[in-house]
């Protein structure tokens, strides 16, 4: 019997081994480290102290820091260990709606980062993928679905690249690609005013506050990307402008990487 032709897509998602119960109560200490690296590492053994043999390299360097970063979430450098633009509106949030934002944000990366076809990007979905492959993909997308699995996103939103969640309720706002654009647009070119070169995750913040002022809606960081790439490769808004200090928060046009922008007016 010939074997599965392996989708060109699956060796793109990102390995996850954060357990789906932990992730709450280590990005929430994490983030109350306020950067810094060593109180983070403290933080999270704190919140874990009940967890037989955790150790802080497993912790942090195993769980926490691959899993937070991989979904932008989090960014790490040598010194510092800070929140990522999805992970700055996360800590804005509560209750069901925080959930509701981690199903919307896996799902955002799947589609529109990674480029999974809708019939894949629920758990069930990528579950069924991973068992037809066979070995290593059962293990190695067991993190992925474990974590779709516990955060999941409507099947009615799962094929659109412009759905952003009720800031007060959590549930699916269905916003047009176009609105979306539009108001993610004036953000960016709103906060870029004035302003020489911009770094990309000020850019993401900036972009999805904007949204979520004028239409009460948040949205993913991978939507806020999607729309700034379509802006730039029609010559609009700003133009790629250097290299970042971190890689997985760096974006490609043109086969050219970059972390920062040249405003047009520039």
């Known amino acids: 019997m010939a074997s599965m032709t392996t989708p060109s897509f699956v060796d793109k998602l990102p390995l996850l081994k ?23 590492a403290a933080n999270v053994l704190e919140a874990f102290h009940d967890k037989a043999g955790l150790t802080e390299k497993l912790a942090m360097r195993a769980f926490v820091i691959p899993t937070f970063t991989r979904i932008h979430f989090l960014r790490s450098t ?3 260990l800070a929140a990522a633009p999805n992970g700055v509106v996360w800590e804005d949030l509560h209750g069901e709606v925080r959930d509701a934002y981690v199903g919307l944000c896996l799902r955002d990366q799947l589609i529109l980062s990674i480029g ?15 068992t037809q492959l066979g070995p290593p993909y059962p293990d190695r ?12 996103t ?29 108001e993610l647009e004036r953000a960016f070119e ?10 990309l995750d ?17 949205a993913s960081s991978f939507l806020a990307d999607a729309v700034l790439l379509a802006a730039m490769s029609k010559g609009r808004l700003c133009s790629p402008f250097a290299s970042g200090t971190n890689a997985l928060g760096e974006l490609v046009l ?6 920062s922008v040249l405003p047009q007016d520039n």
């Open 18 to 40: 954060l357990p789906p119960d932990w992730f709450s109560r280590a990005l929430e200490a994490v983030i109350r480290a306020n950067g810094s690296r060593t109180l983070a």
């Open 78 to 80: 040598p010194d510092s």
């Open 116 to 130: 999974v076809p809708a019939a894949y990007s629920q758990w069930s979905d990528l579950r069924s993928l991973a």
């Open 141 to 152: 997308l067991g993190g992925i679905i474990r974590l779709l699995r516990r955060f999941p």
């Open 154 to 182: 409507p099947s009615a939103v799962l094929s659109s690249p412009a759905a952003a969640l009720f800031e007060s309720s959590g549930e699916v706002a269905q916003i047009s690609r176009e609105s979306a654009s539009e």
């Open 190 to 199: 709103s906060y870029m005013r004035g302003k020489r070169v911009v770094g």
């Open 202 to 218: 000020s850019l993401r913040v900036a972009g999805i506050t904007g949204l979520r002022k004028r239409k009460h809606v948040v």
């Open 254 to 259: 043109g086969r050219r990487p970059f972390g």
